[in-house]
């Protein structure tokens, strides 16, 4: 099983960091960590549309390498940390360039779900129930698009003040769905598959 971890985390080491390596120290089989933060040798999206005849980007960047890493992941992991209720705009902006798994609805060869994903983000604001909303539902569609049922999110807030090590409840969200995710998959209402 090989699962790829794309983060959007500008610090190095900071909790979204410490998520991640809590995670990957969890996971069965390889587990690759990718920084999407403030990629310099990926471009944005800029809507040429070629992905929806083709499928991949026109753009030939650093992007490819990514593509490769994803069709080749069994699991994929977004982590990222909550600046003003969503992703930080580095990461986004790369990836945007995801636009060539959602171009498939277009071209008419959308595979249904046949892997799983999970998502972990973070947030310095004191924890409450709309903080991570809008980072949840943009990571989640990002993960549909490329083929990965959700098998959860795993949210810190308050992270001004506390740390993973202070924080056992997200500790064990941790370990929780890093058993979802070394698990079969099992497509709703289906058999196992894999």
């Known amino acids: 099983m090989r699962t790829l971890i794309l983060t959007g985390s500008p610090r190095k080491g900071g909790h979204t960091a410490q998520m991640t390596e809590y995670l990957a120290g969890r996971l069965d089989g ?19 549309r070629y992905c929806f005849t083709h499928p991949e980007c026109a753009v030939r960047d650093g992007m490819t390498e990514i593509y490769r890493k994803l069709d080749g992941a069994d699991r994929i992991v977004f982590a990222a940390p909550v600046y003003f209720h969503n992703i930080p705009g580095s990461m986004k902006a790369s990836l945007d360039r995801l ?30 129930g709309r903080q991570f909303e809008g980072a949840k539902r943009t990571l989640s569609c990002m993960l549909e698009d490329l083929g990965a049922e959700c098998a959860g999110a795993v949210t810190m807030g308050g992270t001004d003040k506390k740390g ?31």
Not at 108 to 126: F, N, S
Not at 173 to 180: C, F, Q, S, T
């Open 30 to 48: 390889e587990v690759e960590v990718i920084s999407m933060d403030n990629r310099k040798d990926i471009l944005p999206c800029r809507d040429c």
């Open 99 to 128: 636009q060539v798994y959602w171009s498939a609805v277009v071209r008419g060869d959308r595979r249904e779900p046949w892997r799983l994903g999970g998502i972990l983000l973070t947030g310095g604001a004191p924890e409450s």
């Open 164 to 194: 993973l090590a202070d924080r056992p409840d997200v500790r064990e969200a941790l370990d929780d769905l890093a058993a979802r995710l070394s698990g079969p998959y099992a497509p709703c209402g289906g058999e196992k598959e894999r």
